[in-house]
């Protein structure tokens, strides 16, 4: 009897095992076949894609085969000639004509400053000088009192450097550093032209710094200095005519 229990058991536990082999294996083919059905879809839509961009393109060579089919205009020269029997309406010459009223609109108007001093139109020594020296030359003047160039004419830095009475700042200002600084760009001979245009108090020095330091200054306060106008027939004795004076005394 106990040989017969144990083989029900041995065949029971061979069928369980069948079985779950069987389960597994149809697993298996279920993957399989899923893998199968996706790569299918996959090769479907490519071939669908495919065939799109074949459609497409053959459209594209029937637009081309239809546009060249199409026939061209004529050229100019094949064109027939059409003779006109109006003349064609010439437009009058309108010679121009510059309005001077009209001001520029790039041209800025110069800002006089209302100074403390006296305007260079009531200095007689320095009216003398602007009336001596050409307005190209009073334009390095010019930028220091306005900061400006004035446009072309004598008249316009004339008129603004008479005008002038002074500067509207102080000596601890930052205008007055760069004043200063504009100056120290001029050659020694510029400043002591500026000097004597301007009439300033000349330095016993010829320190560079100095002769700034005395432009600056008058520019603070313009006063007239007083000094008499050099006579129109007085020349300078030339270096020549004082040694034969100096001969004649020493005779």
């Known amino acids: 009897m106990e040989e017969s229990v144990n083989e029900m058991e041995g065949a029971g536990t061979s069928q369980a095992n069948e079985e779950e082999s069987t389960e597994e294996s149809t697993e298996e083919s279920k993957e399989e076949e899923s893998k199968e059905e996706e790569s299918k879809e996959e090769e479907s839509k490519e071939e669908e894609s495919k065939e799109a961009e074949e459609s497409t393109s053959k459209d594209d060579d029937g637009d081309d085969d239809s546009d060249s089919e199409e026939e061209l205009p004529p050229g100019l020269l094949e064109r027939p000639v059409e003779i006109f029997e109006n003349k064609r309406d010439r437009k009058k010459c309108v010679p121009f004509s510059f309005d001077e009223k009209s001001p520029s609109p790039n041209k800025k108007k110069v800002e006089i400053p209302e100074g403390k001093g006296v305007k260079l139109g009531e200095h007689p ?16 003047i010019h930028r220091l009192f306005f900061g400006s160039v004035p446009g072309k004419g004598a008249h316009g830095c004339k008129t603004n450097l008479r005008n002038f009475c002074g500067f509207a700042f102080d000596e601890d200002s930052i205008e007055y550093r760069r004043k200063e600084e504009y100056l120290g760009r001029f050659t020694m001979a510029n400043l ?52 034969k004076e100096g001969h004649k005394e020493k005779e």
């Not at 020594?125 to 390095?140: A, E, F, R, T, W």
């Open 192 to 243: 002591k032209w500026t000097v004597t245009v301007l009439d300033c108090d000349k330095p016993t020095g010829k320190n560079k710094d100095q002769l700034i330091s005395s432009i600056l200054t008058w520019c603070l306060n313009p006063q007239p200095s007083g000094k008499p106008l050099p006579t129109k027939g007085a020349k300078t004795p030339s270096k020549k005519n004082t040694k």
């Open 125 to 140: 020594h320095v009216n003398y000088q602007l009336d001596k020296n050409p307005s190209q030359d009073l334009k390095i």
